[in-house]
């Protein structure tokens, strides 16, 4: 069975860093053609790609938020971290992990239940 | 950036009744669209990808086509746990986009 879960503050400050892990399991980030990503969503509004790291290493940014955003993994612990600098109220969303897989097309077939934090002094 | 428009944003449907959502491309896209559905409160769920190839486990009723720039995800006969909202989203180049949504909501 395939799990991702994400772990984090649920409240920061602006201007604060936000560190966010998500911790998978289930498949590791060591096989071909596989990547984990970040997603977010604002209450009641759309989804928004993020970043996303590759088994390769590679990695790939939002183009609004590359400035800000940091990802990482750490395969022996199933771990990819995201970092996001000088966080704002407008940053205040739920965040997900989700795998994405390839087969014809990329995709991100099971995703995290997602993790809301708010950005308030 | 690719800018994937869907329509419409809101659609009120009986149970049984067919349902069609498109989603259009800002620019040629092949078949890399894929559509998922988020009911409140959970996760998105993958349920087509490739723009017509349906991801394991999803019922037959949900079901896309198109490619290029125009695609469509139909729902054969609507049934209550359908209530959710659906999105589109491009896996052509980066950066990845998603659709703004549409919501459906069961009569």
């Known amino acids: 069975q395939i799990t991702l879960k994400e772990s984090g503050p649920t409240l920061v400050k602006p201007t604060q860093t936000l560190t966010l892990t998500c911790t998978f399991s289930?498949?590791?980030?060591?096989?071909?053609?596989?990547?984990v990503g970040w997603m977010r969503q604002p209450p009641r509004k759309a989804l928004e790609w993020l970043a996303l790291?590759?088994?390769?290493?590679?990695?790939q940014y939002s183009s609004s938020l590359r400035s800000r955003l940091t990802v990482t993994k750490d395969t022996s612990r199933n771990q990819v971290v995201l970092t996001m600098t000088n966080m704002d109220p407008v940053d205040t969303a739920t965040y997900y992990c989700a795998r994405r897989s390839f087969s014809s097309t990329w995709y991100f077939d099971v995703w995290g239940r997602g993790t809301l934090v708010t950005v308030s002094s | 950036e690719i800018v994937l428009t869907q329509f419409p944003d809101f659609q009120s449907v009986t149970p049984k009744e067919k349902v069609t959502i498109t989603c259009r491309a800002s620019q040629f896209i092949g078949s890399s669209l894929n559509w998922y559905q988020q009911k409140p409160d959970q996760s998105p769920k993958l349920l087509i990808k490739y723009a017509s190839q349906s991801f394991s486990g999803v019922p037959s009723r949900f079901s896309g086509s198109g490619s290029g720039t125009d695609f469509t995800l139909t729902i054969n006969g609507l049934e209550a746990e359908d209530a959710a909202t659906y999105y589109c989203h491009q896996s052509s180049a980066f950066p990845l986009t998603f659709g703004g949504g549409t919501k459906v909501e069961i009569k």
């Open positions: 790291i590759y088994w390769n290493d590679e990695e």
């Open positions: 289930g498949f590791s980030l060591s096989t071909d053609r596989v990547a």
